[in-house]
């Protein structure tokens, strides 16, 4: 990859819908929490500004939102911007992959700190290449095709969220019940009958493991340290050695969660 080595602006993007805050899901400030603490791992420095767009649904074109837009508008060469996600940024494909171009066109690395971590989704576009050479850029080839998936991934996450709300599945998760999919880290599905206005029926309770229960205890207790995911999975590994190696791509889904199986304390 070939991220900018001068670097200028850092800038922070974040989002929340209003469904997504409904939910409980991933806030506006556990997102500025995550890129903070990759920017000062990264770059021993602090975010020079964030753009957020609270209550507002990621299909709305980026140029449409209030602070995208003005992100699109300040960002210059040299820059970094910093999501935790690419469905923060957008989650129409169409939008992406009209945008991250412009990213690359305009000199700006572009950064998803909880999908990719260190490894820029797009850079600036290197000037003055000819011939073969520039059409054979396998960095250039490999981040089209990871935008390309990423946010066709984006977009089917966002059709399946609404098939969920109208038929009212997620309704079920604050009471403790699954959503669909295995049961998340920490917990177990035991099947119940629920009387639902007339009709009885069949939903999957989510139940405790206790010894789960300890260990996502103590991942939410160093996160509220500032920890990142690979250091908490460190340390889950030094202090429980009888529990199987724990990778940091888990943590990074536990913390990540934003319907069901959620932590207790958060």
């Not at 991933?26 to 990264?42: A, H, P």
């Not at 169409?94 to 690395?109: H, K, N, S, Y």
């Not at 990719?116 to 490999?142: A, C």
Request: glycine share 6%.
């Amino acid at each position: 990859m070939n991220p900018a080595k001068q670097i200028n602006n850092i800038y922070g993007y974040v989002r929340v819908s209003t469904s997504e805050q409904a939910v409980n899901g991933i806030s506006l400030e556990t997102q500025k929490d995550l890129i903070n603490i990759f920017i000062k791992d990264k770059f021993n420095r602090t975010v020079d500004k964030f753009f957020v767009d609270a209550g507002v649904s990621g299909t709305v074109p980026i140029t449409d939102r209030e602070a995208s837009r003005h992100m699109t508008d300040v960002m210059d060469e040299h820059d970094i911007i910093v999501s935790t996600r690419l469905d923060r940024l957008s989650r129409s494909s169409t939008d992406l992959l009209q945008t991250v171009p412009i990213f690359e066109a305009t000199g700006v690395t572009y950064y998803l700190c909880e999908q990719f971590g260190d490894m820029p989704i797009s850079y600036p576009r290197k000037k003055g290449k000819t011939s073969l050479h520039s059409k054979f850029d396998m960095n250039e080839m490999v981040n089209k095709i990871m935008v390309m998936v990423l946010s066709a991934v984006a977009e089917i996450e966002h059709g399946s969220t609404v098939d969920k709300f109208k038929e009212g599945k997620l309704a079920w998760a604050p009471k403790g019940y699954s959503v669909g999919g295995s049961a998340p880290y920490g917990f177990t599905k035991v099947e119940e009958k629920v009387k639902s206005g007339n009709r009885v029926k069949r939903r999957m309770k989510l139940i405790e493991v206790p010894e789960e229960q300890v260990i996502l205890d103590f991942i939410f207790t160093l996160r509220a340290r500032k920890l990142g995911a690979r250091k908490i999975a460190k340390q889950i590994d030094a202090h429980f050695p009888d529990v199987a190696p724990f990778p940091f791509w888990k943590v990074r889904n536990i913390l990540a969660r934003k319907v069901q199986g959620l932590h207790k304390a958060s």
